[in-house]
């Protein structure tokens, strides 16, 4: 029997229904080395963590990822149920963030590679590309432990590979594959479509993503499936007005009405009557702005038209860019479509903390099993930390409390803080709770955790 946490049994027993029972023990072991590992991700180096490294019968451990039979497809909906089930009120507005990350790689059998922005090397003036995975994470808004912002808990994870496979690319799966090529956009679009058959009609969903994701094909299929989209908008983007009713009269009615100036003309037309707001921003302040809201129809002849609602922002003392947003339900007001954008940042702090404290770009599988499976645990890891303390927290009691110094004072809960009271969780719990009960037991728990250390 494993000697784990009862918070963290609590949580994970959802998942037994996917692994067989010898595939499922050997999966929590590794996820709890995972959780107290901070060297690469590689599987060696978390059997080496479970203090296992004399075991003839360390092939088990691979066969979680490589070969045994379960779905992370599975596993992301049990994740995402539990996620709302446990920590968001019932009857409340579910917002999900969905944004890309780029997971850098080489190599020439590694599946779905490509040649991908490089977010953080590029810069206004400079494109800078990669080569890497390119994943395509969504995640669920939370506020947790307390805390004045709201977490990113990602639960699913899609690759995106390439419509070209690399010129340097020996994997067969690439080259002799003949799946048709998907855009980003599409594989979002189904990806909001499955939510909602996983949550139900009736609950209220609200997605936010970046410039990257405006499209009519997303906005189309948030309309027929009741969700709500928000997203940032192009100031030349093609705006219509509604088409007039139409008269008593042979003829096809009219699509659209004329066409509405763009964005940007009115941004600099000074006949328009900006109205002044305390609006929600990063970093949990607030900021005025100018803001100019219009209902219209987005169209194109060979998409159709859609309704949106776009809001300007403009920066009184012109320190940030105008920005225009757009909303697909007409209910939502400016203040509230902007406190949606700005929240959309906290994904971008859950890929640091992945990288930081996961080591997602440490792993070195090249199996195309293992690549789909590997990476988007990792990232769910995220998830399962937040679930387990939180699930600790309720039954013991013990709160989290902020890492301080004496030359840094922290007032709120960040993610490093959730980890510190993780590893404490299972280290007590593996090494502390047989304390005394067999002889010599204390000098070889002593001796296990030393080297634990010197591993790290």
Not at 57 to 71: C, D, E, G, L
Not at 202 to 223: G, M, P
Not at 287 to 296: M, R, S
Request: net charge positive.
């Amino acid at each position: 029997m494993l000697n784990l946490p009862q918070a963290m049994i609590t949580v994970l027993v959802s998942f037994a229904p996917l692994f067989s029972k010898p595939v499922y023990k050997n999966a929590l072991e590794l996820l709890a080395a995972h959780f107290l590992c901070t060297g690469k991700r590689t599987v060696t180096n978390l059997i080496k963590c479970l203090g296992k490294c004399k075991d003839s019968k360390f092939t088990k451990y691979f066969y979680v990822f490589r070969k045994a039979k379960w779905s992370p497809f599975e596993s992301s909906k049990i994740l995402f149920l539990l996620i709302v089930d446990r920590l968001l009120p019932k009857k409340t507005q579910i917002e999900i963030n969905i944004d890309a990350h780029l997971n850098r790689r080489r190599g020439p059998k590694i599946k779905g590679l490509g040649y991908h922005r490089d977010a953080v090397a590029s810069s206004k003036h400079q494109k800078v590309l990669t080569t890497g995975h390119n994943w395509l994470v969504a995640t669920v808004c939370v506020r947790m432990f307390g805390s004045k912002y709201k977490w990113s808990l990602p639960f699913l994870s899609y690759l995106l590979t390439p419509e070209k496979p690399l010129s340097s690319s020996r994997n067969e799966s690439d080259l002799k594959g003949k799946r048709r090529h998907k855009k980003m956009t599409r594989i979002t679009s189904q990806i909001i479509i499955q939510i909602r058959r996983w949550i139900g009609p009736e609950r209220e969903i609200i997605i936010v993503a970046d410039s990257a994701f405006c499209c009519r094909e997303i906005c189309k299929t948030c309309k027929k499936f009741n969700v709500i989209f928000c997203t940032q908008l192009r100031l030349d983007a093609s705006l219509y007005d509604f088409p007039p009713t139409q008269k008593n009269g042979r003829g096809r009615p009219r699509v659209v009405g004329q066409r509405l100036p763009n964005l940007e003309t009115l941004l600099n037309d000074r006949k328009q009557k900006w109205v002044r707001l305390s609006a929600p921003w990063y970093s949990g302040k607030t900021k005025v702005l100018d803001v100019l809201t219009g209902t219209c129809l987005w169209y194109h002849n060979t998409v159709g038209g859609v309704p949106i609602r776009w809001i300007i922002t403009k920066d009184p003392t012109r320190g940030n860019k105008p920005i225009a947003i757009l909303v697909t339900d007409f209910k939502i007001c400016a203040e509230q479509a902007i406190a949606l954008f700005v929240g959309r940042w906290s994904i971008e702090t859950t890929f640091q903390e992945i990288n930081l404290h996961f080591g997602l770009e440490t792993i070195h599988t090249w199996s195309d099993i293992s690549i789909n499976r590997i990476a988007p645990t990792i990232i769910a890891s995220y998830s399962l930390a937040c679930l387990i303390v939180n699930e600790s927290v309720k039954e013991t009691g013990i709160e989290i409390t902020p890492q301080k110094t004496s030359w840094y004072e922290k007032e709120t809960i960040s993610f490093s803080d959730v980890m510190v009271y993780l590893k404490l969780l299972i280290l007590n719990k593996k090494y502390f709770s047989q304390w005394g009960k067999k002889r010599g037991c204390e000098k070889i728990y002593i001796e296990e955790l030393f080297r634990l250390i010197a591993c790290a």
